[in-house]
C-alpha cells in the first residue's frame, strides 16, 4: 500500500483563494517532502519538512508536520492559475540500510481564473 | 534539474519485445530511482539503487529488471514487454540534501 496518501483527490478553487492539501503516511519518516506535477512534465520539487519539525513556509507555501497523527497538510495561499497542477507527498523509508521514496497519489489542484 | 536525462523519452514497441530505458545523471548522485506513474496509482517505486551494482526491489518490480555498472547510468528493462506496461517511466536521483530530483519522464507505449 501507499506510504503517503494524499486527500482530497482532486480540488477546484477561484484564484485568489487559498488551498489546502493533506497527506497521511503509515510508518516513522526522517522528511516528508511535496512535489508538483504540470501536466505532461516531471515532479518539481517544493519543500522538506523533516521530522522534527512542525512548520515551515516557502513563499506562498506552507507545511505542517504532525508526526504523532502520520499526517502534514501543504497550504497554497492567495492561489494563481498557474498553481494548477497535481500535487504529491513523499516519504522517506529506511530499510535494511537503504532509503526508498514513497508517493502518495496526488492532489490535482484546478485554480479558476 | 540534478542534470538528470531520460532516453528514450518517447518509445511504442510491441508486445513481447525487449525494451530498455536509459537513466543519466552527472552529478555523482548514490541514489537513483525508477518510478512508474499510472492514472489512479500515482508514482509507484520499480527498482532503486543505492550504488554501482547495489540495487533493490520497489513495490512494483515485477517483469522489470535495472543495471548500474557506473555510477552516472542506471537502466530499466523490459524483459518481455506487456500492454500493462504502457506508462510513463520517471527516473530519480536523491541530493545530498535529501531531496529527490526527477528526469523529464519516458513515455513508453506497448501495443
Known amino acids: 500500500s501507499q506510504q503517503g496518501e494524499e486527500d482530497p483527490q482532486a480540488l477546484s478553487i477561484q484564484e485568489g483563494e487559498n488551498a489546502t492539501m493533506n497527506c497521511s503516511y503509515k510508518t516513522s519518516i526522517n522528511n516528508l517532502q511535496w512535489y508538483r506535477q504540470n501536466s505532461g512534465r516531471g515532479l518539481v520539487h517544493l519543500i522538506l519538512i523533516r521530522s522534527n519539525e512542525r512548520e515551515k513556509h516557502s513563499g506562498r507555501l506552507r507545511v505542517t508536520l504532525d508526526t504523532s497523527k502520520k499526517s502534514s497538510s501543504l497550504l497554497i495561499t492567495a492561489s494563481r492559475a498557474a498553481d494548477t497542477a497535481s500535487y504529491f507527498c513523499?516519504?522517506?523509508?529506511?530499510?535494511?540500510?537503504?532509503?526508498?521514496?514513497?508517493f502518495g497519489t496526488g492532489t490535482r489542484l484546478k485554480v479558476l481564473a | 534539474d540534478a542534470g538528470i536525462t531520460q532516453s528514450p523519452r518517447h518509445k511504442v514497441t510491441e508486445t513481447g519485445t525487449p525494451v530498455t530505458l536509459r537513466c543519466h545523471q552527472t552529478e555523482n548522485h548514490r541514489y537513483m530511482y525508477w518510478y512508474r506513474q499510472d492514472p489512479g496509482h500515482g508514482l509507484r517505486l520499480i527498482h532503486y539503487s543505492y550504488g554501482v551494482k547495489d540495487t533493490d526491489k520497489g513495490e512494483v518490480s515485477d517483469g522489470y529488471s535495472v543495471s548500474r555498472s557506473k555510477t552516472e547510468d542506471f537502466l530499466l528493462t523490459l524483459e518481455s514487454a506487456t500492454s500493462s506496461q504502457t506508462s510513463v517511466y520517471f527516473c530519480a536521483i536523491l541530493s545530498s540534501g535529501n531531496t529527490i530530483y526527477f528526469g523529464e519522464g519516458s513515455w513508453l507505449t506497448v501495443v
Open positions: 513523499a516519504t522517506d523509508e529506511w530499510t535494511s540500510g537503504t532509503y526508498k521514496y514513497i
